[in-house]
């Protein structure tokens, strides 16, 4: 069902919907969000604040929500939060994206130590993946080649990387783990493409 995240009755809705249509919650993927590079200087307070109430506020909103019911409905679940490795990497035109996902970060291990052990809570943060977000970067063969040669595995990530990642959280093969961000960037350590932004 469509879902405006950043509006509490529609995260509200969403959780009745599934309940009615499973009776049960088992796992959670927050997985909307995202926010455009700006120069910090031209970032206005109501764009940093949208950041966070997309990227951080949602999830834990709907955590709040799914927590109670997972425990109900199935005795237990799993949290697995979207991040992206902008939340730790040093870059460029993020200031709010990037603020945004590290408080996502803190938020999944926060969050993990409380309602440990019946629900667990994790976190991937996800570098460069080839999807709509990357098409700039993937449509210009010279900012391509220079994506690829700054990450190690050569390539931009697939969702499929990403939802394999998910899966195993998800799933009792992970019945162990809970609040820890787990890097799936194909090996980067910095950016692979750099956003330029005015010199003072």
């Known amino acids: 069902m469509s879902c405006d995240v950043t509006k509490s009755e529609s995260l509200e809705a969403l959780v009745a919907a599934a309940l ?116 700039m970067v993937m449509g210009s063969d010279a900012l391509r080649k220079q994506f690829e040669a700054n990450t190690p595995m050569a390539r931009p990530g697939t969702p499929e990387d990403i939802a394999a990642a998910a899966l195993f959280l998800a799933s009792d093969a992970a019945s162990w783990v809970t609040g820890k961000i787990f890097q799936i960037d194909g090996g980067t350590e910095s950016p692979a493409i750099r956003v330029p932004t005015p010199r003072l």
């Open 20 to 135: 009615a249509e499973f009776s049960r919650i088992d796992v959670l993927v927050n997985n909307a969000g995202g926010t455009g590079p700006r120069p910090a200087l031209g970032t206005s307070e109501r764009f940093f604040e949208a950041a966070l109430r997309f990227n951080v506020t949602s999830a834990f909103l709907l955590s709040r929500l799914c927590i109670p019911k997972m425990i109900e409905s199935a005795g237990g679940g799993a949290i697995v939060n979207i991040s992206s490795r902008s939340s730790d990497m040093v870059q460029t035109g993020f200031v709010a994206y990037g603020a945004a996902k590290a408080a996502l970060n803190m938020l999944t291990r926060n969050l993990a130590a409380e309602v440990a052990p019946k629900v667990r809570v994790n976190a991937i943060s996800v570098g460069g993946v080839d999807t709509q977000a990357l098409a």
